[in-house]
């Protein structure tokens, strides 16, 4: 069934065919494959023989080297260096055709062209290899990372186990995990990774590790300046590393970083026997070469944690400064909505106020209107005061603030009658008093203001003050 870039498997194998044949341009990548109707295989078959046609014409006319070589899977399976059950199947199709077709890869240089010192010896440039093409992304695209992860652990755990039983405890420090693994720590800690493939087999390999891998020199150097990762060619990881970096002989070693766009630098790479100063002096090459690029990332990452530290500063500065501001903002809102109250309450109590004022003028008015309405009634109800005469009593009063009334009644008025006269006179208001007699002492109270004036013992004549009862 014929396949799409717009889906998940259309992508990997766009971008797998691209990190295999080196194809910059998506688009032509794209149209290469879906006329092969999207088959990776018989894509990349025809683009590289293509390609190697054009090397076959490069090379008649004196061109560039070729970095193909004959399929090392057969060639390792040949010389007994690898397990029988490791072929290029166990990669998986895709990624025994990435082994078996990754020249192009090879092909790509950063800084000056490659140049070789004496036999299987690189150095001088930078080739950078795609992550695809050296088929350390094809368990992850399967789904099987961890299992990859796992594998890889195992594999370098038991190298080091082994080596360790071989040659002793002093050598590099060979990390115990994945390849990839290793380079990622490389990179965390700005340095190269060393790597060692390891061919027990091979008769320079023992010689190698004691007297140039082991020395004390080169364990130093390695561990002061180098990650250091190696792998057994008999075990899947080694095994695939041998193929991806193309040894041909052993001892191989190399030096290798990250780069960016999942893509590994391969620095330099040394095969063959070596002796423990020929191998120092190439690894120094490679650092005092290239460890400008180690500083130079070394200075790019403390910039970015500068700028990130900086960037959290400014924003934890800028929240103190919001947090401030919002405080400031809620504790002036606090005060509006507590001056508004205020003022509310304030209108409101002035409201009460001027309403108890009124109200109070008013219960005045009509409580001295009602008064007025009294005193009125009361004068009204005495009569006309009469003249002197045998039956007429003549009443003095004495009044609370000293002022003094006198008043005319007949003898055959009630007590009652001099009652109503103080309150036609408007000066008691409405306090409760009673009228009372000095000598002797009479309080003449409501029980005798129905007796007359006579009965009362007033007449002809009567001298009161007036009592005013306690509230």
């Not at 240089?109 to 140049?115: L, V, W």
């Not at 115990?176 to 490389?186: E, G």
Request: glycine share 8%; net charge negative; proline share 4%.
């Amino acid at each position: 069934m014929a396949e799409s870039a717009s889906g998940e498997q259309g992508q990997e194998k766009l971008q797998q065919f691209q990190d295999v044949t080196g194809v910059n341009d998506p688009l032509l990548a794209e149209q290469i494959l879906d006329a092969h109707q999207w088959d990776l295989g018989a894509a990349v078959g025809t683009f590289m023989d293509k390609a190697g046609v054009e090397a076959s014409r490069a090379d008649a006319r004196g061109g560039t080297i070729d970095w193909d070589t004959p399929d090392e899977t057969t060639g390792l399976l040949e010389r007994g260096l690898v397990p029988a059950s490791v072929s290029p199947s166990h990669y998986g199709a895709s990624e025994g055709f990435v082994l078996q077709s990754s020249r192009s890869n090879y092909d790509r240089y950063q800084g000056s062209s490659t140049t070789f010192e004496g036999p299987g010896e690189f150095h001088g440039g930078v080739v950078n290899l795609g992550l695809g093409a050296l088929g350390l992304h094809g368990s992850e695209r399967r789904g099987n990372q961890v299992s990859s992860i796992s594998l890889g652990t195992a594999d370098a755990e038991a190298f080091l186990r082994k080596f360790k039983q071989e040659y002793g405890k002093v050598h590099p420090d060979f990390q115990t995990s994945s390849f990839m693994d290793a380079l990622r720590l490389a990179g965390q800690q700005f340095k190269f990774l060393f790597v060692y493939l390891h061919s027990p087999e091979h008769p320079n390999t023992p010689l190698f590790c004691e007297r140039t891998l082991c020395s004390d020199s080169i364990v130093q150097f390695v561990n002061e300046n180098f990650v250091a990762w190696g792998g057994d060619v008999r075990e899947s990881d080694g095994f695939q590393m041998s193929n991806n970096l193309k040894a041909s002989t052993y001892p191989f070693c190399a030096v290798v970083m990250s780069s960016n766009n999942q893509r590994i630098s391969l620095l330099q790479q040394v095969e063959g026997p070596r002796t423990a100063e020929e191998l120092m002096s190439t690894l120094q090459r490679v650092v005092e070469e290239q460890g400008s690029v180690l500083v130079a990332s070394r200075v790019e990452e403390e910039e970015r944690q500068l700028n990130r530290r900086l960037r959290e500063e400014q924003d934890a500065a800028f929240q103190v400064a919001l947090q401030a501001d919002q405080e400031r903002e809620r504790l002036r809102q606090q005060e509006v909505a507590k001056k508004v109250t205020e003022e509310a309450e304030e209108e409101l109590r002035k409201k009460r106020d001027e309403e108890a004022a009124r109200h109070a003028i008013q219960e005045t008015a009509e409580r001295e209107a009602a008064l007025e309405q009294r005193r009125l009634e009361k004068a009204m109800a005495l009569g006309v005061e009469p003249e002197k005469g045998p039956d007429v009593t003549q009443v003095l009063v004495r009044m609370p603030n000293g002022n003094r009334k006198e008043r005319r009644f007949q003898s055959s008025s009630k007590v009652s009658a001099i009652y109503d006269y103080i309150d036609s006179l408007g000066t008691l208001g409405i306090i409760k008093y009673d009228l009372v007699t000095n000598f002797p002492r009479v309080v003449y109270g409501p029980e005798k203001r129905c007796l007359t004036l006579k009965e009362a013992g007033l007449h002809p004549h009567a001298s009161l003050f007036v009592l005013v009862e306690d509230n």
